[in-house]
Each structure stands twice: as C-alpha cells, then as structure tokens.
C-alpha cells in the first residue's frame, strides 16, 4: 500500500508544490512507497466537466481508493485551498477517503492563513469520510523560500515537517498493526 501526494497547487514550481515533493522525499528515506498527483496536470475540461471516466482522471482516482495514506499540499488563496484541488475533490465519491490517513499541508503568505486548513480543507475531507487526520502543516513565506528553484527551509519548519513525517508514518505502522 501506498501513500499518495497530491498537490493542489496550480503552479508547477510553487512552495507548496516543493513542499510536498521534499515531504515525499522524506518518507521515501523512511522506506515509504510514495506515489504522486499534480492535480494542475490533469485535464482540466474533465475535471471541470466531472467526467471520471477520462483515463487520466480515472487513474487518479483509483490511486486515491488503493493509498492507505495522502499527504495533500495546497496554496492558500483568498482564505481557502485552491480550487484546482476543490475540483478534483469533488470527483471522489462520497466516502471515498473512508479509512485513510492524511496529512494536510499548506502554503501561505502569512499565519493569517493557516486555520484556512481547519476551516475550509479539513470540513471537506470530513464529508468524504477521513476520520484520521493528521495535526496540519501550514508553511508561510517566512518559513520557506525557493532559491534557484531550491527549497530553503527554517529549522522550525523543517522540525514541524519531520514531526508530521514521522506522525504518518507512526500511524501507517499502527493501522498496519490492526489490519
């Protein structure tokens, strides 16, 4: 079983789109199967259209339903996750995050913008059944900046991001315990 990334992100080479690609790589040194879905990469008039049985769409939702676990990544805007993410969301069935460990992540210009993941990513992954939330992960432009295409992390952010890797990981190994 995997754990799947998904970025919300728009952008190809956004904070949060290096964020989440330095936490699968994380998990990737923990010996975790990683897999991942750029949302922006997807076909937008099926998204939009809702047409799940477009290959590229169908796959991406068949790797949600075998992941035990998402780590979800999202730029905040106007007080919300993207609506790029929103979109492909709506395509999961209801339930469909039934029984998954996810770990919310997002970016931000400032703290302003962090109880974005209490109070509009989290209600949503609540209807569609996750149950196993993982504390969130909110990186603002203070805490993280691209460089040279490079990811710079402050060593407090940096903690915060190794706390949530081993969280995930711990509650992979626990729910494992269980099966």
């Known amino acids: 079983m995997t754990i799947l990334t998904v970025s919300g992100s728009p952008a190809e080479t956004s904070r949060s789109q290096h964020v989440l690609s330095h936490v699968g790589n994380m998990l990737r040194l923990r010996q975790q199967p990683v897999e991942r879905i750029a949302v922006r990469a997807l076909p937008a008039d099926a998204l939009l259209a809702g047409k799940v049985d477009e290959p590229s769409i169908s796959r991406a939702l068949h790797q949600v339903d075998c992941a035990r676990a998402l780590v979800i990544g999202t730029p905040i805007y106007k007080a919300s996750y993207s609506g790029v993410l929103k979109v492909f969301l709506d395509l999961l069935p209801q339930g469909g995050l039934d029984g998954k460990i996810i770990l919310p992540i997002a970016t931000g210009g400032s703290l302003v913008h962090a109880l974005a993941l209490d109070y509009a990513l989290k209600p949503v992954l609540c209807s569609l059944g996750a149950r ?14 691209l460089v040279d295409g490079h990811l710079e992390l402050t060593e407090t952010i940096q903690a915060r991001i190794e706390a949530g890797v081993g969280d995930l990981v711990q509650a992979l190994s626990t729910t494992a315990g269980r099966a």
């Not at 993982?134 to 900046?145: G, H, K, T």
């Open 132 to 145: 196993h939330l993982l504390a969130s992960i909110f990186v603002d432009e203070a805490q993280a900046r």
